[in-house]
């Protein structure tokens, strides 16, 4: 009971570190609220929603996004990536320039200064802050006729990579850019955009933003929070959540069948004891309370015992990251409450079903020789 209690509680608070880590990982992928068009990629009646949300007192910050796929090249090698046009307003809603580890975030000036993920960076070979080597991003030109040259297929623009940031699951393949290069790949006005990003005072008050907005342009726009806008990702993390509880539930069910012998076992050891009790005046009722509580005590203290080490080896990973994922990370740990209820929850519920079904006492025992 106690190493069984004690692996649950360390998988699920590995699991609960790796959640917390996932959430991090996408921290700057999904911003509080996204509002996109309810028909069409491009959003209708932008001013109308940008004067809506500087009237709003929960909005802190707005950003203006196009994103799509393009295809980059450099030299011989190419890729298709994904293009993130941005505005300036845009760290103060997901302040990717925070982990950026090499070069610098875009300062506007120039609608063709990138900045790539490192994995995209890697695999074509891109200088960065090179004046002299640029790649090119190639945009499919909409519309219909005879294709004559290479003009008529893609919108062309050569890009100076000024930074590199991490990239993970959320965000491989990914370039962001000054919107005003996305408009002009896409042929777009300047003031348009396909989403707006919002970060709110208060998170815990996206639903009531997210309520008003419909109510003003409900017919018009489709306004998603942060768990709606990855919600394959939450699905994902739910199921496998699920999956580990039923799974460490099984093997904690199976481990208390040890304890439905062990109580089967005194009742086998003990039946000398048990019939002179009973001729002493104790009850039957009053000796199988007494091997359930034998039981209950059994499984109580291997629980205490089995959280008491779960939670002494999961500080000790906090601490010192001993184990490791690889080379550069350690498996990630947290804490919760939660973890422990749920854990215990589980054990004393089997426990209990198997003390009160073992603990009925066999009549054969108690027969005089």
Not at 200 to 208: A, D, H, I, P, V
Request: with cysteine; proline share 3%.
């Amino acid at each position: 009971m106690v190493a069984a209690v004690a692996a649950m509680f360390i998988i699920i608070s590995v699991f609960s570190g790796l959640e917390e880590l996932n959430k991090d990982m996408i921290a700057n992928l999904h911003a509080d609220l996204t509002v996109k068009s309810k028909t069409g990629k491009v959003l209708p009646d932008i001013t109308k929603i940008e004067k809506a949300l500087k009237a709003n007192a929960e909005v802190t910050h707005f950003s203006k996004v196009i994103e799509e796929k393009v295809y980059l090249g450099y030299k011989d090698n190419g890729e298709i990536a994904y293009l993130r046009g941005v505005d300036s307003a845009y760290i103060h809603v997901n302040p990717i320039n925070e982990s950026i580890f090499y070069g610098k975030y875009p300062d506007f000036k120039y609608n063709n200064e990138v900045i790539m993920e490192n994995g995209l960076d890697n695999r074509l070979s891109l200088p960065v802050n090179s004046s002299q080597d640029f790649a090119t991003i190639l945009m499919p030109k909409p519309g219909k006729g005879i294709i004559q040259q290479e003009n008529d297929i893609f919108n062309k623009k050569d890009i100076y990579v000024s930074g590199i940031f991490p990239g993970n699951e959320q965000l491989d393949n990914y370039i962001i850019a000054p919107i005003e290069l996305a408009q002009e790949l896409l042929g777009l006005p300047k003031s348009a955009c396909y989403q707006i990003v919002i970060k709110l005072k208060n998170t815990s008050n996206s639903e009531l933003v997210k309520s008003t907005l419909n109510k003003q342009f409900g017919n018009q726009i489709i306004v998603n929070t942060k768990s709606e806008e990855n919600a394959a990702f939450w699905k994902m993390i739910n199921t496998e959540k699920l999956m580990i509880y039923l799974i460490f539930g099984l093997v904690i069910f199976i481990t208390t069948f040890n304890l439905a012998g062990a109580i089967t076992i005194l009742q086998l050891d003990k039946k000398d004891q048990a019939k002179a009790l009973i001729a002493l005046g104790f009850s039957k009722k009053d000796l199988r309370l007494t091997y359930f509580f034998t039981g209950l005590l059994i499984v109580f203290f291997g629980v205490l015992c089995g959280l008491l080490i779960g939670s002494a080896i999961s500080y000790i990973q906090i601490q010192t990251g001993f184990f490791r994922a690889s080379e550069n990370l350690a498996f990630p740990v947290k804490i919760e409450v939660m973890n422990y209820l749920v854990v215990s929850g589980v054990a004393l519920f089997f426990g209990l079903i198997i003390s009160v079904l073992f603990s009925k006492i066999n009549k054969s025992y108690l027969v005089a020789k």
